[in-house]
């Protein structure tokens, strides 16, 4: 399978503290992108990283990448309540025509 | 408008029936997207529409049936589905198909498919 691998699967954080998710994949990428899925819904993009950077910021986000390890991570500091969905990282294959998502990552903040 | 709408937003339908779902943006984009997502599991591509020409089928089942009548538009038509079809639908656009260069995409909200 060309899915990227995220771990935690699911992760419960409190109000205020920091969520990290991580992706792994297999081939090289030319970037790599985090999605959020509210539940049920569709998804909404966070932010891109290209393959020559290694960190990007956004907002509350930080992104990672490494691609000795072919791995990226997402941060979110200062998590809220409305933070809760599922986060999922996606890089292009299939010769630049496809984007494949990653098995996902559950997260829940609680008040 | 930055915004992809589709509809319904959930359909229930019988083996026997034909049903359309309808996915719809004004950005401009041309390339379109169908994907299946499953309950707990990522999205899973379907169908691409690049410049209202089908180019890539991910060997989905004749079943379904994707049409693009115009840039706008998109459309998956549905006949003799199977209960393991059930599923959430999910429509995407971007600036341009994927190629060389990134572009995001922009989700539609789902269409929540039962058959039963």
């Known amino acids: 399978s060309q899915q990227g691998e995220e771990d935690p699967q699911a992760l419960s954080i409190q109000e205020g503290e920091n969520a990290t998710m991580n992706c792994s994949y297999k081939?090289?990428?030319?970037?790599l992108q985090w999605y959020r899925q509210n539940s049920g819904r569709g998804l909404v993009h966070l932010i891109l990283?290209?393959?020559?950077?290694r960190e990007k910021h956004s907002g509350r986000l930080r992104v990672t990448l490494d691609t000795s390890k072919k791995s990226s991570s997402l941060l979110i500091t200062a998590s809220r309540a409305a933070d809760t969905a599922s986060y999922f990282c996606a890089r292009v294959t299939g010769g630049g025509n496809k984007l494949t998502f990653g098995t996902g990552t559950q997260l829940k903040v609680e008040l | 408008d930055t915004e992809v709408t589709q509809t319904p937003k959930h359909l229930v339908m019988g083996m026997t029936n034909k049903k359309s779902l309808k996915c719809e943006q004004h950005?401009?984009?041309?390339?379109m997207y169908w994907y299946k997502q499953k309950a707990k599991k990522p999205p899973e591509l379907m169908f691409v529409y690049s410049y209202e020409k089908l180019s890539i089928n991910e060997s989905v089942p004749s079943r379904f049936s994707p049409e693009c009548p115009n840039s706008s538009l998109l459309n998956l038509h549905l006949h003799a589905l199977q209960p393991e079809d059930s599923a959430l639908y999910l429509c995407?656009?971007?600036?341009?198909?994927?190629?060389?260069?990134?572009?995001?995409?922009?989700f539609g909200p789902g269409t929540r498919l039962t058959v039963l």
């Open positions: 995407a656009s971007s600036q341009a198909a994927l190629g060389a260069h990134y572009n995001e995409q922009f």
């Open positions: 081939t090289s990428i030319n970037n």
């Open positions: 990283i290209r393959s020559n950077e």
């Open positions: 950005m401009g984009h041309r390339a």
